[in-house]
Every structure is written in structure tokens, then in C-alpha cells.
């Protein structure tokens, strides 16, 4: 059974930094690709990073060069750093995976950047 587990959200001023963590369980991130993504109220959910087993990343331009997302194969766990949060970066993050033809989505946790 696959389970993911976010934690790390909160509330942090404009310009300041959080690290997100995702525990899964079921399946080993050292194999299966893991996601964040994120959704704001009235926004459709979107994908902020991604990493693959081998550990190749990719981000979309708009958190490009301010998040970074990385694996411990230990601790079977997928981070999130984010660094010069926005307003705008105000959402639920998701820790998302993808395996034997299903997804999986954690619970999510709340992010909320003050101005």
C-alpha cells in the first residue's frame, strides 16, 4: 500500500525559506519518480518540481532557481527547498507519485506566505 506523508508546511514571511518533506511508504523513491505540486484556492492543481528515480530534476520556470527538490533513498523520503517565497507561492503542496498505472497523492500541506 502506498502512502505519502507531507510535512514541513506554515506560514513565513515574503523572502523567506521552507523545506518541505514527503515520507513514503509502499513503494522506494530510489525507483519510482516522485512530484510536488501545488493548488491555490480557485487554481487548478500545478507541478512545481520533480525528480526520477535516477535522481534527474526539472521545475517550471516560475520556481526555477528558488526550489529545489531532492531525495533521501535512506530515509525514503523526497524534500522540497524553497527559498525567496512569494505571496503568490501561498497554497496546499501535494507530494505526488505515480506507480503500477495509479497515482498516489498525499494529504498535503498548507504553505502561507505573508506580504
Known amino acids: 500500500q502506498v502512502q505519502l506523508v507531507e510535512s514541513g508546511g506554515g506560514l513565513v514571511q515574503a523572502g523567506g525559506s521552507l523545506r518541505l518533506s514527503c515520507q513514503a511508504s509502499?513503494?522506494?523513491?530510489?525507483?519510482?519518480?516522485m512530484n510536488w505540486y501545488r493548488q491555490a484556492p480557485g487554481n487548478q492543481r500545478e507541478l512545481v518540481a520533480a525528480?526520477?528515480?535516477?535522481?534527474?530534476?526539472n521545475y517550471p520556470d516560475f520556481v526555477k532557481g528558488r526550489f529545489t527538490i531532492s531525495g533521501d533513498n535512506v530515509k525514503n523520503t523526497v524534500y522540497l527547498q524553497m527559498h525567496s517565497l512569494k505571496p503568490e507561492d501561498t497554497a496546499v503542496y501535494y507530494c505526488?507519485?505515480?506507480?503500477?498505472?495509479?497515482?498516489?497523492w498525499g494529504q498535503g500541506t498548507q504553505v502561507t506566505v505573508s506580504s
Open positions: 505526488h507519485t505515480s506507480h503500477r498505472w495509479s497515482d498516489y
Open positions: 509502499g513503494i522506494q523513491i530510489s525507483i519510482n519518480g
Open positions: 525528480i526520477t528515480g535516477g535522481g534527474t530534476t
